[in-house]
């Protein structure tokens, strides 16, 4: 695009939520001709970034960051101002009760609803039940405003679907489905979008597109919690379930996962439940293939209990302990879980992490984690685990036992070291 085309579209955008999505998403507009204002309630938040300083962890960010920051196309604040576009990215947890807590997306509705003018454009990217974007954040911009969404505003939905770990590249190439109150309402956010996405753009209804997003993720759901009970079933019959899925999926149209430890994460975990959370529908598959994912982690620590049963004073160490491979981020992971099981039967748990930051959860360095432990659990295979020195660590452990919950590690090496192996 042009440099005159593009000044001809620029828009002042207020972005509200600087989280993962919120932060990255802005970069990308302010590095694309916007004038960018990333608001955030949280004043920590707010003051780090408005510092210059990143307040998360995510490859290639930083670059982004600094470039729209040092323009100063992306300005900080804990207040909204007048802009041109609203983009809500804020969390959208699930309650104790399985809901959808959308108190942040209520907040973030109601400071809109101060600010917002004829012809301006709001758009959703929280991953919501469907029926939110119009129900809750077109209502309270009506009740407030009298400004009715289609007619006197532009409302849209737009789900991120980027993978954390690889969130900035994705972004830009992933593709994207927009949902519109109307036609033009998909037209005017497909052209806010398409200042810095490269993958292709499709418009869609408004419910719909919320609906897309929760079908996405609660098809991963499904799948690997089909992986999961196919690796209890082969338990039974002495089968090796990795071996199983490998050759099944030689087959042109089949896909299974991986089974593990659990599915955490702040998405996949969460969103079948939002998906259900207004049907009638009872004894779903999806609310099943919930349950069982969510029954990994006990499962899993109940092996641990049988592999160090009649060890004195038993030890037990995780490798890894983040959600997922390569990632720092501890929310929703099972690992939390399996962590505090462990300790309520008595058994003392070190943490191996080199991408944690946490306070709660105080990761130590290898050797002081592996020393006279019982068990190293492997939870999560981050590349950096790859060329661990086996021999090295069998010398520093009392018994030299290996789980290995995600087939990561090669279980010739780890026995020819000397390790018993177990894995699921
Ligand atoms: N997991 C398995 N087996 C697998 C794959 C994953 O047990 O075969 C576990 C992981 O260990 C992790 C959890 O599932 O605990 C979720 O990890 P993930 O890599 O499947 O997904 P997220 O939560 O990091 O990102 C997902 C992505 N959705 C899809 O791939 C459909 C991402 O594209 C979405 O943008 C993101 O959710 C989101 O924000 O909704």
């Known amino acids: 695009m042009g440099e005159n085309k593009k000044m001809a579209l620029k828009k002042s955008i207020c972005i509200l939520g600087m989280g993962y999505i919120g932060l990255p998403t802005a970069c990308m507009l302010a590095n694309s001709g916007h004038d960018v204002l990333g608001v955030d309630i949280n004043e920590e938040i707010t003051s780090k970034l408005g510092a210059g300083k990143l307040h998360i962890e995510e490859p290639d960010l930083e670059a982004i960051f600094l470039k729209a920051f040092n323009d100063k196309t992306l300005k900080i604040s804990p207040q909204i101002q007048k802009s041109d576009v609203y983009i809500i ?13 959308l108190s942040y997306v209520i907040s973030a509705a109601e400071m809109i609803k101060e600010a917002i003018s004829r012809g301006n454009l709001v758009i959703l990217e929280s991953t919501s039940p469907p029926g939110t974007t119009k129900n809750i954040v077109g209502k309270i911009i009506t009740d407030g405003t009298g400004l009715i969404a289609g007619i006197d505003y532009f409302l849209a939905f737009c789900p991120e679907r980027v993978l954390p770990g690889k969130i900035v590249h994705e972004l830009v190439n992933n593709d994207r489905i927009i949902g519109g109150i109307d036609e033009s309402s998909a037209q005017q956010a497909e052209k806010i979008y398409m200042s810095f996405v490269k993958g292709r753009i499709f418009t869609t209804g408004l419910e719909t597109s919320e609906i897309v997003k929760l079908a996405e993720n609660t098809f991963r759901d499904i799948n690997i919690a ?59 598959l999806i609310e099943k293939s919930r349950n069982i994912n969510d029954s990994r982690p006990l499962l899993i620590a109940q092996k641990c209990l049988e592999i160090i049963a009649g060890y004195n004073n038993p030890k037990v160490t995780f490798l890894g302990f983040s959600y997922k491979e390569d990632v720092g981020d501890v929310r929703e992971s099972p690992a939390i879980s399996i962590y505090n099981e462990l300790i309520k039967k008595g058994v003392k748990v070190n943490i191996h992490d080199p991408h944690i930051e946490n306070a709660k959860f105080a990761t130590s360095e290898l050797e002081d984690a592996c020393r006279d432990s019982d068990l190293l659990l492997l939870f999560v295979g981050h590349k950096i685990f790859s060329n661990l020195n086996f021999e090295k660590i069998k010398l520093l452990m009392k018994n030299a036992n290996m789980f290995d919950t995600r087939h990561f ?5 780890l026995l020819s070291s000397g390790f018993v192996y177990y894995g699921i």
């Open 89 to 101: 990215a804020v969390p959208t947890p699930l309650n104790s009760k399985n809901k959808a807590e």
């Open 226 to 284: 089909y992986a999961n009970e196919l690796s209890s079933i082969c338990g039974e019959y002495g089968i090796d379930v990795w071996e199983v899925i490998k050759n099944a999926n030689m087959h042109p149209r089949v896909n299974i996962l991986a089974p593990g430890p659990g599915v955490g994460g702040h998405c996949i975990p969460i969103d079948p439940w939002f998906i259900i959370e207004n049907s009638r529908l009872k004894g779903t």
């Open 409 to 413: 590690f090669d279980k010739e090496k």
